[in-house]
């Protein structure tokens, strides 16, 4: 049954014609147009994207570097403030001594 289905269809479908008109086939001026017009467009688009992934790269860029100094300052902040508390405990254990820091 397929092929007899498949034949009638072959034979319904005419054959091509072996002369063709010229003007017919090629897309002429406005067809032309019409990819120019797709070609400018894409090249516009791919453009438009390629600026915003570089402006998007550049944000990320600049806020790892803002993260990086925000981290630098937190640890040198803890780092001077644990450096403060070590020098207070020195100085209040000198003072229960009763002896001057750098009298020996």
Known sequence: MPFAVAAVLAAATPS??????????????????AIAFVAIAVMLLV??????????????EVGEDLDAEQA???AQEK??????????????????DGSKPGSD
């Open 16 to 33: 091509p014609s072996s002369t063709l008109d010229p003007d017919l086939v090629t897309p002429g001026p406005w067809g032309f147009a």
């Open 47 to 60: 453009w438009d994207m390629l600026r915003r992934i570089r402006r998007a790269r550049y944000r990320f």
């Open 72 to 74: 630098e300052a937190e």
């Open 79 to 96: 780092a001077d403030s644990h450096n403060d508390s070590a020098a207070a405990e020195r100085t209040e254990v000198d003072d229960t």
